[in-house]
Nanobody, 120 residues
Framework: VQLQASGGGLVQAGGSLRLSCATS????????MGWFRQAPGTDREFVAA??????YYTDSVKGRFTISRDNAKNTVFQQMNSLKPEDTAVYYC????????????????WGQGTLVTVSS
């Protein structure tokens, strides 16, 4: 499974961005798609995940971020609204073959990161 993340950039606080994660390869084996982020000097943390029709979010992004997929395009999106400076991080998409888990160590495949910078 190959993952290609894109859509990061510089945005002012209160603005929006949409991240995309294009998937290819043996995607039929993937059960969960997730987004994680890592700010400088911190551990990689869970942001959101999608399994079937179920979505999962970390508390700090609930109501602001939305994860979705376009099956025809084999792409997963993360719409990020009302962005805050503390959302600044490198964002990664990841795929897991098993059931939902918010531990990044549980994910089997990773895309390269895309940098999101939110200015105050």
């Amino acid at each position: 499974v190959q993952l290609q993340a894109s859509g990061g950039g510089l945005v002012q606080a209160g603005g929006s961005l949409r991240l995309s994660c294009a998937t290819s390869g043996r995607t039929f084996s993937v059960n969960v798609m997730g987004w994680f982020r890592q700010a400088p000097g911190t551990d990689r943390e869970f942001v959101a995940a999608l399994r079937g029709d179920s979505t999962y979010y970390t508390d700090s992004v609930k109501g602001r971020f939305t994860i979705s997929r376009d099956n025809a395009k084999n792409t997963v999106f993360q719409q990020m609204n009302s962005l805050k400076p503390e959302d600044t991080a490198v964002y990664y998409c990841a795929a897991r073959l098993g059931l939902f888990d918010n531990d990044p160590r549980a994910y089997d495949y990773w895309g390269q990161g895309t940098l999101v910078t939110v200015s105050s």
